[in-house]
């Protein structure tokens, strides 16, 4: 079990880490950046790649997946929308370098960590399907186990560096886009209007 003092220095090093990649960042930088010696950050982690791995598992530790919220009160709308407020916060520094650095040297170490949050993802998203269909928001003729599949797809598509760096767009905007579809996609007409009664009172995507 990870102890609080150590998920808050992963906190930071991980915002570290998305905003200006991996590489550039020595482990005397990160300890000058967070304010905290060498010696302290060496009592958790062996060596960068260490550091590495502690910060990804951190990762599924803190939401375990994109819809691991799972206090929030309200409709499955609500969980979805408020789910977007905190990717939409968390990635306003996003730099695709992280993903490109990830893969290509901590590739081992990145394959675990999707393969980890591709199955807690899914999990959140099917049981976020059957609760809208449940509540009557949701279309009941959506086939659940394909549309959590293709959503898992089109989240690992948008953090595709290739993709996103040849486009205009940023990650942000493109994630609302695709969001914003998949929300209509799966609602029926009870839930759409749901969800622009929402979008308007939240001032969102």
């Given at each position: 079990?990870m102890?609080?003092?150590?998920k808050?220095?992963l906190?930071?090093?991980?915002?570290?880490?998305?905003?200006y990649g991996?590489r550039?960042?020595?482990?005397?930088?990160?300890?000058r950046n967070?304010?905290?010696?060498?010696?302290?950050?060496?009592?958790y982690?062996?060596?960068?790649?260490d550091?590495?791995?502690k910060?990804?598992?951190?990762?599924?530790?803190?939401?375990n997946g994109?819809l691991?919220?799972?206090?929030?009160?309200?409709?499955?709308i609500?969980?979805l929308?408020?789910?977007?407020?905190r990717?939409?916060?968390?990635?306003?520094?996003?730099?695709?370098i992280?993903i490109?650095?990830?893969?290509k040297y901590y590739p081992?170490?990145?394959?675990?960590?999707?393969?980890?949050k591709?199955?807690?993802a899914?999990?959140?998203i099917?049981?976020n399907l059957?609760?809208?269909?449940?509540?009557?928001?949701?279309?009941?003729?959506?086939d659940?186990e394909l549309?959590?599949?293709l959503?898992i797809?089109k989240?690992e598509?948008?953090?595709?560096?290739?993709?996103?760096?040849?486009r205009?767009?940023?990650?942000?905007?493109i994630?609302?886009?695709?969001?914003?579809?998949?929300?209509r996609?799966?609602?029926?007409?009870k839930?759409?209007?749901y969800f622009?009664?929402q979008k308007?009172?939240?001032?969102?995507?």
């Amino acid at each position: 079990m990870m102890d609080t003092k150590l998920k808050n220095i992963l906190k930071e090093i991980r915002l570290i880490f998305m905003k200006y990649g991996i590489r550039n960042y020595s482990m005397d930088d990160i300890c000058r950046n967070i304010g905290i010696s060498k010696k302290t950050l060496y009592n958790y982690v062996d060596n960068k790649t260490d550091l590495v791995q502690k910060v990804l598992d951190y990762e599924l530790i803190m939401d375990n997946g994109p819809l691991g919220v799972i206090s929030i009160k309200g409709n499955a709308i609500d969980i979805l929308l408020n789910v977007s407020m905190r990717i939409n916060k968390e990635f306003e520094n996003f730099n695709p370098i992280y993903i490109f650095e990830l893969n290509k040297y901590y590739p081992k170490i990145f394959k675990e960590f999707v393969e980890k949050k591709r199955k807690s993802a899914y999990e959140k998203i099917y049981k976020n399907l059957e609760q809208g269909i449940n509540e009557g928001i949701y279309r009941k003729d959506i086939d659940i186990e394909l549309v959590s599949i293709l959503y898992i797809r089109k989240i690992e598509d948008i953090h595709n560096t290739e993709f996103i760096e040849s486009r205009k767009f940023s990650f942000k905007e493109i994630f609302n886009v695709m969001f914003e579809n998949h929300i209509r996609g799966i609602s029926n007409e009870k839930g759409i209007a749901y969800f622009e009664k929402q979008k308007k009172s939240l001032n969102i995507l």
